[in-house]
C-alpha cells in the first residue's frame, strides 16, 4: 500500500469484526497489543480490508511490552494480508527496530513510524523535526499530539501542510478535545492515514470518532 492519497483505518484489537467496517474503512488497524494470539489471528483472516499490524509499546499508549512485540509485528509483516506495520521512531533508532522495518519492506509491506505525545503539542519547529525523522526512516510518519488551545491544532495542520507540499507522507491528529476536529480536517491538509474505532466506547486516544462519523465526516469535507 502506497499511502499516496488518504486511507481511513478501523482500529480493533478484533478481526473478526472486519465485515462491519467494509462500508466504512479503508483498511484495519489491528491492534496486537490488545489482541489474543494476534499472530494466529492474522493466519486465520480472510476478510475483504488490508491489515495495518500495530504492537503499541506500553511506554507511547500500548500495552505490550519488552522487544518481543517488535519480533510478534515482525512475523506479521510475513503475512499476506498485512500490507503496513506500525512501529515507534524511537524503536526505529535502534537496531532491532531498523530490523524490524528492513524486513516488512521485503515482504512489500510499508512502514509507519508514529510517536505519541500524550501531554502537550510541542513548537512547531519540533513538529516538523519529529515528522522529518519518522519520514527519514518510515514511508509514513506519523504524529499524533494533545492539543490544549487552537492554537496547538493549527501548528500540526500547518506542519502537515508544509511537509506534504514537500513529498512527504504525513499522518496527523491533535488529540482531547480541542484537537478532535483535527482527525476530520487533516485529510484536508495532506493527512495520509485517519484511525477510527467502530463504536466510541472502543476508542484506544482521546477524541476519537468511531468509523462511521469519522468516514462521513472526512467524506463531506472532502478529504
Known sequence: MEFDTFALAASTADLGAEPRARDHADLVEFRMDLADDPLDSLSAYDGDLPVLATNRAAWEGGEATGDERLDALAAAAERDAVVAIDVELESLFRERGAAVAERARANDAAVVASVHDFDTT?????????????????????????A????????????????????????????????????????????????????????????QYDLTTLSRLVRDLGG
Request: no cysteine; aromatic share 2%; hydrophobic share 40%.
Open 122 to 146: 510541542p513548537p512547531r519547529e519540533k513538529l516538523r523535526e519529529l515528522l522529518e525523522d519518522a519520514t527519514d526512516r518510515a514511508d509514513v510518519g506519523k504524529l499524533a499530539v494533545t
Open 148 to 207: 490544549r488551545t487552537r492554537s496547538d491544532v493549527l501548528d500540526l495542520l500547518a506542519v502537515t501542510d508544509d511537509l506534504t507540499e514537500r513529498g512527504r507522507r504525513v499522518a496527523t491528529v491533535a488529540m482531547g478535545e480541542v484537537g478532535k476536529h483535527s482527525r476530520a480536517v487533516a485529510p484536508l491538509y495532506g493527512s495520509k492515514i485517519g484511525y477510527a474505532p467502530l463504536d466510541s466506547a472502543d476508542a484506544t486516544a482521546p477524541g
